[in-house]
């Protein structure tokens, strides 16, 4: 019989390496995460802690903006009528687009009734009818429904190899057969497959706008940034305007700290002001030498304001190219946003997702709804002659990566897109 090991305790040496950030550096990094709302919210209630501190308020500019939401903090409406915009619809369909959309709940259901907008618009119902189609076809999925059942039948259209049953289901209209199972046994489906059935449409959402803001907590949004297209020649400058200056009553200050025994008191107070205007000067600087560096990089998107322009851009490139850390240009980054020929969206759009080598996401999208678009309507393009199309150009993608971007697009796939 084996001898059983005693268990000894023994001290054990370890070496662990730990990085402390003096509390300067953490406020400069927290300072520079924050949007220009919250770092204007930040410098006043510093000026109201801080009796020796006041704000000077910058001047204010009217500009004509058109608004390119933010994907983590826009609104519905913002969301699709981005995807209106760059759509090669025409006017009127995109007008009709538009009155359905504002006509949305916070759902993103349309519960109006098409026959009622019509006599109040300009449209007609075929036109209506016409748009509802277009709407349903912009992200989210299941947008523009005027029925659970409706808003699920769309997401489950859009599903490869989507449960027979559950689809069988939604298309007669039946959920209430799922909601009581005791109703089950007069199903001509069999308990298995409606447990089935079930599973498969709980994986759909009934509320495709959840992700989306409401109105009510929309906040107006402030450019960090300016690029400027003049004669060709791509400027840029900081949005001054948008952020008050943080001034010290120095005057005051010495002639109170003289008279009082409280001096540790006042010369903390003039030490968080110097920590602030230190951390609000680093934010802007880095802001700056990143949208230099991405204006640059991006100035083919920025001239033509075309999504096909841009190029794949990481922030660990972004890093190396300006000599800091990666986690710095995710703060810098954060809830930061660029005017551009009086339009204004995230900071965040020129630093798109590489899909191959030397392709972004928009560009792989762009191309094939091109191909699509000039495909013969007989003879679609099958998810491999796709590949191969792209293969020859010397671009790899998987038939996966295919499928991925063409149900993005909403493009049904060959088979359906065939026409006699």
């Known amino acids: 019989m084996a001898r059983l090991q005693k268990m000894v305790l023994k001290p054990k040496e370890q070496l662990v390496t730990r990085l402390f950030l003096s509390p300067k550096l953490q406020q400069n990094l927290t300072v520079l995460s924050y949007s220009t709302y919250d770092l204007v919210s930040a410098m006043k209630e510093l000026s109201e802690s801080n009796p020796f501190v006041s704000l000077a308020e910058p001047k204010s500019e009217t500009h004509s903006l058109e608004w390119i939401g933010d994907t983590e903090s826009e609104s519905l409406p913002d969301h699709l009528l981005l995807q209106v915009r760059m759509s090669d619809w025409s006017n009127k369909e995109k007008s009709a687009v538009k009155l359905l959309i504002y006509n949305l709940d916070d759902n993103g259901y349309l519960r109006a009734k098409l026959n009622e907008l019509a006599q109040a618009s300009e449209f007609s119902l075929a036109d209506l009818e016409q748009a509802k189609v277009l709407l349903q076809s912009l992200d989210p999925c299941g947008i523009g429904a005027s029925s659970l059942n409706e808003c699920l039948l769309i997401q489950a259209r859009q599903k490869e190899n989507f449960d027979e049953t559950a689809m069988q289901i939604l298309l007669s209209d039946s959920l209430e057969l799922l909601a009581d199972p005791q109703k089950w046994e007069q199903s001509d489906f ?22 989306y803001v409401t109105e009510q907590n929309v906040q107006y949004l402030l450019p960090d940034l300016i690029f400027k297209v003049e004669d060709g020649r791509l400027t840029i400058e900081t949005a001054k305007s948008q952020i008050p200056e943080l001034l010290f009553d120095e005057k005051t200050y ?12 006042f010369s903390q107070q003039r030490q968080d002001y110097l920590e602030m205007k230190s951390a609000i000067d680093q934010r802007q600087q880095t802001i700056l ?16 304001m075309q999504t096909q322009e841009l190029k794949p851009l990481g922030l660990k490139d972004a890093a190396n190219a300006l000599n800091l850390a990666p986690s710095t240009i995710s703060r810098a980054i954060k809830d930061k946003y660029i005017q551009c020929q009086n339009k204004i969206f995230s900071l965040k759009i020129l630093f798109p997702r590489k899909v191959t080598t030397d392709l972004s996401q928009a560009r792989i999208e762009y191309d094939l709804q091109k191909l699509i678009d000039q495909e013969s309507s ?32 909403n493009i049904p796939n060959s088979y359906q897109r065939k026409r006699d």
């Open 190 to 211: 069999s308990a298995s497959q409606l447990t089935q059935a079930l599973a498969n449409i709980q994986t759909l959402d009934p509320t495709p706008a959840s992700e």
């Open 254 to 265: 010495k002639e109170l700290k003289t008279q009082s025994d409280q001096g540790k008191y």
């Open 289 to 304: 030498r990143l949208g230099k560096y991405a204006g640059e990089y991006q100035r083919a998107f920025l001239t033509t």
């Open 378 to 409: 007989q003879q679609p393009l099958s998810d491999q002659q796709l590949v191969e199309h792209f293969a020859n150009h010397g671009v790899t993608l998987s038939r996966r990566v295919i499928a991925k971007y063409r149900k993005k697009l």
